[in-house]
């Protein structure tokens, strides 16, 4: 049994650098999300907008399909470290033994969250508008332009604008 403790102990030291990178990985890719949904409620409140748990939802879920690419790539990343830490004995050379493409992963999601944090205010209300104009596009399709012209009318006459009121400071 003392044998099998040394082996493991052993074996702990031969990867806690791996491991440590993995979860400053881990840690790092929950920072961008976070920094995300921290711009995303300033941008939102800058835009006067409600602030619903439909928006914090898409954050949990962004957080799911990430961790879940991460985690295949640190399994992929796991069986490339062991296939090294084996060859490298047997060609006399030392290949690195890191989580390569888990860093490249890490690094992907990190620019795909840093565009989306310094993504404009307004090209998200362009892109609103325009998905907004394309239903409204629609709707107008399928209503006779009779019907529309007669809809346009009655709106224009209940909702005329105010005429602002001219205050002379003579």
């Known amino acids: 049994m003392n044998f099998f403790n040394m082996e493991l102990t052993e ?9 440590v990178m993995l979860a400053v990985m881990y840690f790092l890719v929950l920072a961008v999300i976070f920094l995300d949904l921290w711009a995303g409620v300033r941008k ?30 640190t399994v992929i990343d796991v ?40 993504e404009k205010a307004e090209d998200k209300e362009k892109a609103e508008i325009t998905q907004t104009a394309k239903i409204v596009g629609k709707v107008i399709a399928d209503i006779s332009t009779q019907e529309l012209a007669s ?4 709106y224009l006459k209940t909702n005329q604008p105010k005429e602002p009121e001219n205050e002379n400071t003579d």
């Open 44 to 73: 939102a409140k800058i835009r006067g907008e409600f602030r619903s748990s439909f928006g914090f939802r898409k954050t949990v879920e962004k957080i799911g399909k990430y961790y879940n690419m991460i985690f295949v790539i």
């Open 11 to 19: 074996i702990l030291k031969r990867i806690f650098p791996q491991i």
């Open 151 to 154: 809809k346009v009318a009655e």
């Open 79 to 118: 069986m490339q470290m062991i296939a090294i830490s084996h060859i490298n004995p047997q060609i006399n050379v030392h290949l690195p033994i890191i989580p390569i493409l888990t860093f490249i992963g890490s690094i992907f999601v990190g620019f795909i969250e840093l565009k989306s944090v310094y």
